[in-house]
């Protein structure tokens, strides 16, 4: 049964989401992801790096980078220059690459990590056959944000799946190329994703003359 705007408790009562920042999670700057490495580094936090370099070049949801496998990303004791894997969320394949740094901390991980090529890159401490949950990832990054100085109510996992392919879609313009590495099945959900607006588009416009 619904209540009168005119009842006095009604008006007292707080939104759920009072003090907090709602909307999509802000992409990281080139500055904060070598602050975040450089923190992951200083701290020795082989897992967490790897973990986190992962996920700005694979530009996937956190439920995807928990779930990953050793086989995924290794091969004959190293790491892939690309790999593919079917997203969960879609049920589609998406490729993406590995650049240097990734690869050279995964591999240091890995070797730390042992293992085979069907157990997870990302053991759970609770359940070691198991995977390390996506709430704990979360957790995660708000840690990382959180010891560089960042908002932890401004970013979140969906940052890191941002990063790279907002910093490409500055770079190119390409909104076709970033819907692929997305994985998006539509150009519009790329558009909404990267919050591409008519400043955007002046801008790039702006950069072309005839």
């Known amino acids: 049964m619904g209540h009168s705007d005119l009842?006095?408790?009604?008006?007292?009562?707080?939104?759920?989401?009072?003090?907090?920042?709602?909307?999509?999670?802000?992409?990281?700057?080139?500055?904060d992801v070598w602050a975040i490495r450089f923190y992951l580094d200083e701290h020795r936090r082989?897992?967490?790096?790897?973990?986190?370099?992962?996920a700005i070049d694979s530009k996937l949801r956190g439920c995807d980078i928990v779930k990953m496998?050793?086989?995924?990303?290794?091969?004959?004791?190293?790491?892939r220059n690309r790999a593919t894997i079917v997203?969960?969320?879609?049920?589609?394949?998406?490729?993406?690459?590995l650049m240097a740094d990734a690869r050279?901390?995964?591999?240091?991980?890995?070797?730390?990590?042992?293992?085979?090529?069907?157990?997870?890159?990302?053991?759970?401490?609770?359940?070691?056959?198991?995977?390390?949950?996506?709430?704990?990832?979360?957790r995660l990054v708000d840690e990382w944000v959180t010891a560089v100085g960042l908002?932890?109510?401004q970013y979140g996992t969906h940052s890191l799946r941002r990063t790279k392919a907002s910093m490409i879609y500055k770079a190119t313009g390409n909104l076709r190329a970033v819907q692929i590495l997305l994985g998006h099945?539509?150009?519009?959900?790329?558009?909404?994703?990267?919050?591409?607006?008519?400043?955007?588009?002046?801008?790039?416009?702006?950069?072309?003359?005839?």
Not at 7 to 31: F, M, Q, S, Y
Not at 87 to 97: D, L
Not at 107 to 119: F, I, M, N, Q, S
């Open 69 to 79: 496998k050793i086989g995924d990303i290794a091969v004959g004791g190293s790491i």
């Open 185 to 210: 099945s539509r150009i519009e959900n790329t558009v909404r994703y990267l919050g591409v607006d008519v400043d955007d588009a002046l801008t790039l416009s702006e950069r072309t003359e005839i």
């Open 7 to 31: 009842d006095p408790a009604v008006r007292e009562r707080r939104p759920w989401n009072a003090g907090t920042i709602v909307g999509a999670k802000r992409p990281l700057k080139p500055r």
């Open 46 to 54: 082989l897992r967490d790096k790897a973990m986190f370099d992962l």
């Open 104 to 138: 050279k901390s995964l591999l240091a991980w890995l070797e730390r990590r042992g293992g085979y090529t069907d157990d997870f890159v990302f053991p759970s401490r609770v359940d070691y056959l198991g995977h390390l949950s996506t709430r704990q990832y979360a």
């Open 87 to 97: 997203q969960q969320k879609t049920g589609k394949p998406v490729q993406f690459e």
């Open 151 to 153: 908002d932890v109510r």
